[in-house]
Each structure stands twice: as C-alpha cells, then as structure tokens.
C-alpha cells in the first residue's frame, strides 16, 4: 500500500548501492529531480540506470554520470551527454542499447507478466545479435524478453494520499515504469485527499505506487528545463 | 540557399495533405519548417505527441510539455499527449505515413545506418533512439542527408560500412544535389538540384545510380 514518506527516507529505504532503478523522465521532461539530487546527496553508487533516452550533462540523470554513481546504462541513446559518452569509452561504465520502442515494451512486459514480445524492430542490425527470431504469418520477429528493476522512480504531478497518480503534459515512460519495478516511488508536486483526483484523470492507480514523495515546487522544474534548453542553444 | 536549406525545402514538398508525420533533428525539422501552403501534416513527436507546434518563448514555457529535443513546445488545436508505448504503437505499427531522418551512410539497397559510430572496440554510439522504430513502422522513409561528408567522401554508397540501422526501408534520398530513389532495379537519380550536372552527381556517388532518358531540376 502506498505511504506518504519524505524523499530522503523513501531513497534510504529501497535504493542501495548496486541497484537497478528505472527513471522517468525524457530530457529533463517530467523527470524526478528530487530524487536524483537525494541519490547524489547521499552518494548511492554502482547503479544500473535504466532510461528511455539519456539527458544534457549537469541535468536531470545526467547529474549521476557527473557524479560517477552509474555503472551500467540501458536505455535508447546515450549521446547527448559527453560525460556518459567519455565514461563508455573509457570502460568506467557498461552500456546495453534497446530501441525505444523495444525498451518501452520490454518495460511493459515486465509489468504485465509477460515473457517478451515479438518485433520486427532491429532486424537485420546489431540489436537482432544472440537473440531468437520467430517467423509468424510469414513474417519474421525478434523476441525481446521482459526488462525489470528493483526500483522505479518516477514523477507526477499530483498524488492523492492512496497513491493514484494525475500526469500533466508527456507523461513518457513514467506510468510504463510505475509498474514494472519490485518498488515504485512517484514524486509529485502536490499530495491530495483521496477523491481530489477524478478517476478518468487517474494515470497511474495507486496500487502500483509504494511511496508517495513530495518533489520540488513547480517553479524548480520550470527553471530546470529552462537552464538546459540555454545550455544547449534551445533558448538564448 | 545552402546545402541544407535545398534538402529541407525539396524534402518539404513530399509532404502530402493528410499524412502523420515524424521528423528527426536537424534537416528534417527545417523541412517540417517549409511545409507547402495547403498542406496540413500531423506531426508526431516521440516522447508521445500529436500536433503539436513551434518551440514556446520563455514566459509561454510549460516544462511538462516538451519535444523529443528537449524543447518546451506549444500545442496546436487537437493536440494529445500520450504514454510513451502508445507513441511507438503509432510509430512501429504503421500509422506513420511518413519518417523524415538523417543519416550517416545510406546505400542503393535502401539500407541506412544512422545510429553507431565506433566508440572504440565493440563500442558504438550515440545510440538509435526512436529511429529503428520509426524505420521498421513507417509506411515511407525519406532521408535528408548531404551529399558528402565534410572530408568530401560519397554518403549514398554501394553497401554500408557502418552498422545499420534498418534494411532495405529507404524510398526516397534528397541532398542538395540530387533528388533519388530506392527501386527493384536499384537508385534511381529523378532530380539534380539547378545548376547541378548529372556528370557533377554521378562523380560525387559511390553507389551504381541510374540516369533515366529524363532527368528533372528540383524546382523551388
């Protein structure tokens, strides 16, 4: 059941050294920076990071690569941050590509009790390498196996106090994630009554979320993605 | 015009009335900039988004309404946001009419590579991002490169020499020399952009390139 905890407590409790998390999270986007600058704060390191597309440098998960907290990376892309680049080249942390179509669903078949999924993205490439291939009505696929974590975080924009989770704008992988993961921790803006939150506007149900952590006000993410749009020439 | 505004605007008048649209980074945004008067497109964005427009000034910015870029973005009437396995549902299952990506080689089978370059022994980057996808789903691919590389070496070669990112999906390839396209009998040189020579184009491509009795000028 879903509980109310402060971000400090809620990463003491389920993220630990050696850890695989799923963040949410695209380019800054809806990303929970909370709880990243707490894993910083705290020094939690050799993680396996799982992530649709990585960030800038000095932004969103791009502050755990700054921070040589990562080990291991599974996510779509990895360039737009030169830090993780040069730490792949290095050797100082492992990379595993998937399409993001692919890692999405191999996220989904997680939550969903599924053992993987037939697609005919990659084929012909390097992703096809070590991995069966079914024919079916004539056509050829990969199978992709279901893709875990001991921890996803991710973040909202409202939770009621059961849990039930409202998103605001591209939701991304957060409410794919929010389910395919041992422990799920949603950081949110606001934390309303039960019953606050309509049920159609319900993203995430709260059954899926073990902790419910408050997350900077709004303003912070507002100024978070404003500062990366500069340093990146989206905005001058 | 430069080199990219030639691509992006012969690329942009392939956009046709009515279709779903996903363009990549660079050349293919400043096509989806010249988009013909008349023509309405959906444009598609990765991260899960429909119809969605130009980049929000600040003040105008939400930071929950982003682009696969990155960029805050202003939403267009009828626009919807969605998970991200919803958006490569649209993507992968083929309700794409059209992907407009760049490339770092593409070849005369339509085999294109975009994804790796070697970062070292058994190390490649920056990663295919949405791209395989948008390649195995989208009912047509056009590839908006240069020509060349910097050094002046053929991008439109015989075979790849990079890893690939997709096999043999490549319709059409527009550069700011030549206008082609992927068929059974193999490229097919349709256009050369004006006061470019069919001579100049078959000198500065690698791969086998059939020349019609008619070549077209790309006309602006």
């Not at chain 2, 009419?97 to 190390?123: F, H, R, S």
Request: charged share 20%; hydrophobic share 40%.
């Amino acid at each position: 059941m879903a509980k109310i905890m402060d971000m400090k407590s809620a990463i003491g409790e389920f993220v630990k050294p050696g850890s695989t998390v799923m963040f949410g999270g695209f380019l800054g986007c809806n990303a929970p920076l909370k709880a990243i600058d707490e894993i910083i704060e705290e020094g939690i390191g050799d993680l396996t990071a799982i992530s649709t597309v990585n960030s800038f440098t000095n932004s969103d998960i791009g502050l755990l690569f700054d921070n040589n907290l990562i080990k291991k990376f599974i996510a779509s892309h990895i360039g737009t941050n030169k830090v993780a680049v040069q730490q792949y080249k290095s050797g100082q942390i492992e990379m595993e590509y998937y399409p993001q179509g692919t890692l999405i669903e191999k996220i989904r078949c997680a939550g969903a009790g599924l053992g993987g999924v037939l697609t005919p993205t990659g084929l012909g490439t390097l992703v096809e390498e070590g991995k069966e291939k079914k024919v079916v009505d004539g056509k050829e696929y990969l199978l992709e196996t279901a893709l875990g974590a001991d921890v996803a975080i991710i973040k909202g924009f409202k939770a009621d106090k059961a849990g039930n989770i409202l998103y605001s704008g591209t939701a991304n992988a957060n409410p794919i994630m929010a389910t395919a993961a041992k422990v799920t921790i949603a950081e949110v803006e606001e934390i309303v009554e039960v019953g606050e939150i309509p049920s159609s506007d319900v993203g995430t149900p709260g059954i899926f979320v073990d902790a419910i952590c408050m997350g900077y006000d709004a303003d912070k993410y507002r100024d978070a993605i404003r500062e990366m749009c500069k340093s990146v020439g989206i905005y001058r | 015009m430069n080199a990219k505004e030639i691509i992006a605007k012969r690329a942009a008048q392939e956009f046709k009335d009515g279709m779903v649209v996903n363009l990549g980074f660079g050349i293919p945004i400043l096509a989806g900039n010249n988009i013909p008067e008349g023509v309405n497109v959906t444009l598609q964005s990765e991260n899960g988004m429909l119809n969605f427009g130009a980049t929000a000034p600040i003040g105008e910015d939400d930071p929950c309404m982003c682009s696969a870029g990155g960029a805050p973005i202003k939403e267009l009437a009828g626009c919807s946001v969605f998970n991200l396995d919803t958006s490569f549902l649209i993507i992968r299952g083929g309700h794409v009419d059209m992907t407009m990506l760049g490339a770092l080689e593409v070849d005369q089978m339509g085999n294109i590579a975009n994804w790796a370059m070697p970062y070292g022994e058994g190390k490649y980057g920056p990663g295919m991002g949405g791209a395989m996808d948008l390649l195995a789903g989208a009912k047509k691919v056009l590839v908006t490169t240069t020509h060349t590389t910097k050094g002046g070496d053929s991008k439109i070669l015989k075979k790849c020499t990079l890893p690939l990112s997709a096999a043999g999906v490549v319709k059409v390839i527009v550069t700011e020399l030549a206008f082609m396209e992927v068929t059974e009998e193999g490229l097919v040189l349709k256009e050369v952009a004006p006061g470019v020579s069919v001579e100049e184009v078959l000198a500065k491509t690698e791969a086998e390139l059939i020349v019609p009795e008619n070549v077209g000028v790309m006309k602006f």
